[in-house]
């Protein structure tokens, strides 16, 4: 189950990705226009789509000749419930 969590924080762990979440969430969604806001190249861009895609946080949809990208917040909302169990957990570690 933890490296369910690992991989979503590893995933967000780019300051690329960050930037990229924002912009989808906020309502870009096709590379192209991504590409314009961030200072990385159309591969770049690529592999940060499908790392994203790929840990579950951003799905994408062909339209035509475009792919669309969406913010998975279902997978966030996951992420905050992850960390907020984390927050209280009364468990004691014995090394």
């Not at 924080?9 to 960050?18: M, P, T, Y």
């Not at 969604?29 to 770049?44: E, M």
């Not at 940060?48 to 669309?68: A, F, M, R, V």
Request: charge should be positive; include cysteine.
């Amino acid at each position: 189950m933890d490296d369910k969590y690992a991989l979503l924080f590893k995933a967000i762990s780019d300051e690329n990705r960050l930037k990229i979440l924002k912009l989808l969430i906020s309502g870009q969604t096709c590379g192209c226009t991504l590409i314009d806001q961030l200072p990385i190249t159309q591969p770049t861009m690529s592999y940060h789509l499908n790392l994203l895609k790929q840990s579950g946080l951003t799905t994408s949809k062909k339209e035509g000749t475009w792919h669309k990208h969406h913010v998975n917040l279902e997978v966030i909302d996951d992420m905050i419930s992850y960390l907020q169990a984390l927050k209280t957990s009364t468990s004691s570690c014995n090394l």
